[in-house]
């Protein structure tokens, strides 16, 4: 049997043909997407959010910590010979950690104002549906 006619390599292709489509559509999204931001006026420092900045602080880190630890504890005890069922009240800790990690990480990005919009009070338009939403008539 030929290479290419193996199972492993029939299912890679047809998981490349089913996926291409959908990498190329994003990718055109993307390219859309920068050239609407370019039209408006934004600098290339502001289209490019590196998220990790936004989610790097002490409670994150500290929390990040505590994962790592707790999996290299998981890790040793696989390797001393221990079993699933031992390790499996350390994997409850372990994700455990991992969503304080995902809260922390969420609650810096929040701090930093990820997501937020810079609005001029110019550019925001009151029609007069949402006058009434905004502003209480009393």
Do not use: N
């Not at 299912?11 to 489509?21: A, F, K, N, T, Y």
């Not at 289209?47 to 910590?65: F, G, K, Q």
């Not at 455990?96 to 922390?104: D, F, I, L």
């Amino acid at each position: 049997m030929w290479c290419s006619q193996t199972p492993l390599f029939i299912h890679q292709r047809e998981v490349m043909r089913s996926i291409e489509p959908v990498i190329g559509e994003c990718t055109k999204k993307i390219h859309r997407a920068d050239a609407r931001l370019k039209e408006d006026g934004h600098s290339e420092d502001k289209r490019i959010v590196d998220v990790t900045t936004m989610i790097e602080s002490e409670d994150s880190a500290t929390a990040d910590a505590k994962v790592k630890a707790k999996q290299g504890e998981i890790d040793e005890l696989i390797a001393g010979g221990g079993t699933t069922m031992q390790a499996l009240p350390l994997k409850e800790e372990l994700e455990e950690y991992v969503q304080a990690r995902a809260m922390a990480q969420a609650a810096t990005m929040l701090e930093k104002g990820f997501g937020k919009e810079e609005t001029k009070p110019e550019d925001v338009v009151i029609t007069p549906e949402v006058f009434d939403i905004y502003i209480p008539c009393f």
